[in-house]
C-alpha cells in the first residue's frame, strides 16, 4: 500500500472513529464520553465496542511507528522530585496506601545517593550517570518539603534528618546575610557564553 493509500485509510478510520478518540470533543468543547456511553450509544455492547477499537489501535500505532520517535527527556530534577515525594508520600499516607510511601522513599533514595553523593551539595540535575550545575533555591523548597511528608508518612527518623542537613546546606549556599535567600549561588561560569 502507497504511502497516499494509508494516509487516506487512516483518515478514514479516524474520522470514522473520532467520537472513540475524543477527537470531536475538541470541536465542540464537550469532553469525551465514557466507553459504555458510546457503546450505548452505537447499540452494541462493550465488548464489541473494543473489538471494533482494536484494528483502528493497530493501524494507528503502525503510523506512528512510520514517524521518527520524539527525543525523550530523560533528566531527574531536584525539584520535580521533591514535588512528586511529597504527593506520593501524603496520597500514601492519606489513602492508605503503603506502596505509593515506598515509591516516594525510593526516589529520595534516589536523589540523596545520587544527586547529593558522598555528602557533596545537592545537584539540580542528573542524566547518564552524572550530576550537574549546583541546587537552586527551588531544589532545596521542594525537596526538603518532599522529605518532610515522607518523614510525616513513614516515621522514619533519616528523612528528617536530610532534611535537616539540606536547610543547613541551602542556608550556606544561598542564605543572604541581610535576610532571605539568593535563587542560584554566585557561580563566575554563570554569565559565560
Given amino acids: 500500500m502507497s504511502s497516499r493509500s494509508r494516509t487516506i485509510v487512516f483518515a478514514v478510520a479516524v474520522a470514522l472513529n473520532a467520537g472513540l478518540l475524543g477527537l470531536t470533543a475538541v470541536a ?42 520524539p527525543k525523550t527527556d530523560d533528566k531527574v530534577l531536584a525539584d520535580w522530585n521533591g514535588l512528586a515525594i511529597s504527593g506520593l508520600a501524603n496520597a500514601g499516607r492519606l489513602l492508605g496506601e503503603p506502596a505509593w510511601i515506598e515509591h516516594a ?34 531544589d532545596y523548597a521542594y525537596f526538603v518539603r518532599g522529605l518532610l ?8 527518623p533519616r528523612w528528617l534528618a536530610a532534611a535537616r542537613e ?28
Fill in 28 to 69: 465542540q468543547q464537550d469532553q469525551p464520553q465514557p466507553m459504555a456511553e458510546q457503546a450505548s450509544r452505537r447499540r452494541v455492547d462493550l465488548a464489541a465496542l473494543w473489538a471494533q477499537i482494536e484494528p483502528l489501535r493497530g493501524k494507528l500505532l503502525a503510523a506512528r511507528d512510520l514517524r521518527e520517535r
Fill in 105 to 138: 522513599a525510593q526516589a529520595a533514595d534516589f536523589v540523596l545517593t545520587r544527586m547529593r553523593a558522598d555528602g557533596a551539595p545537592l545537584r539540580h540535575v542528573w542524566r547518564a550517570g552524572e550530576a550537574k550545575i549546583p541546587a537552586f533555591l527551588s
Fill in 149 to 156: 511528608a515522607l518523614d510525616r508518612s513513614s516515621g522514619d
Fill in 166 to 193: 539540606l536547610v543547613e546546606e541551602q542556608e550556606r549556599r544561598l542564605g543572604d546575610a541581610k535576610g532571605g535567600y539568593f535563587a542560584a549561588a554566585a557561580s563566575p561560569s554563570a554569565m559565560r557564553g
